[in-house]
Every structure is written in structure tokens, then in C-alpha cells.
């Protein structure tokens, strides 16, 4: 699992990324009412807005990892976003995406990397 400094996580299986947001986000964020995912065959650039989540408080782009393409969304929590507050490493994960360049996967944030930003 590797992590960026905008509280995304990707977990990789292949050429293939499970993309979701932190535990420390969502407490961050509160409880979440709402989300909105890219489609299916979006493009997606590195850095750039790819998902949207609102909470009770405000809401929040998701800022793609990595370069590449989405492959699958998680229907679960746009019908549920809660499942992204009680299980955001697991049931609660946003999008799949197909990297473009699977080695920079390499280049993000490892788990004590991650818990140093957070402090």
C-alpha cells in the first residue's frame, strides 16, 4: 500500500490501482454524504481532480495518484458513502484505476512515510 500527501491510498495489483482516501481524511472530512466518481474510461492525470467527496462539513476532490485510466468504480459507496467513514482501506475504496506507468507506483509514500506527514 503506498499513500500521497493528499490523503489518497493505492493498493496495486499488476498495472492496476485500487484508489481510496485515508482514515485520516475521513476524520478529517467527518461523515460523508455524498460521493461522485469519474466514469468509467476517464483519463486521468496526476495531481488532477478525479473524484469529489462532501461530507456534513465540506466537500473534497480526490486527487488522482498516478497517471492512467479508470477501469471500475465502487457503486457501493455512491449509493452508501458511509462505507468510506467505517471501512476506508477496504469496502470503502473509490476506483480501480490502469496505470500508465506502473513503476511510479514506487515513487509515492510508504506507510511510515505517511504517518511522518500526519503527524
Known sequence: MK?????????????VAT??????????L??????????VGTALQKSNPAAVVES?????????P???????INDAVVAD???VNSDPLGKGW??????????????LMDADAY???IG
Open 56 to 64: 456534513v462539513k465540506a466537500a473534497s476532490d480526490v486527487f488522482a
Open 94 to 107: 473509490l476506483y480501480k484505476m490502469k496505470l500508465k506507468s506502473p513503476a511510479d507506483f514506487d515513487s
Open 81 to 83: 458513502p458511509s462505507l
Open 115 to 117: 504517518k511522518l506527514l
Open 30 to 39: 467527518g461523515d460523508l454524504v455524498f460521493v461522485e466518481l469519474p466514469k
Open 3 to 15: 499513500f500521497t500527501d493528499e490523503h489518497e491510498w493505492l493498493v496495486r495489483d499488476g498495472d
Open 66 to 72: 498516478l497517471d492512467g485510466e479508470v477501469v471500475e
Open 19 to 28: 484508489v481510496g482516501i485515508t482514515e485520516h481524511a475521513t476524520v478529517q
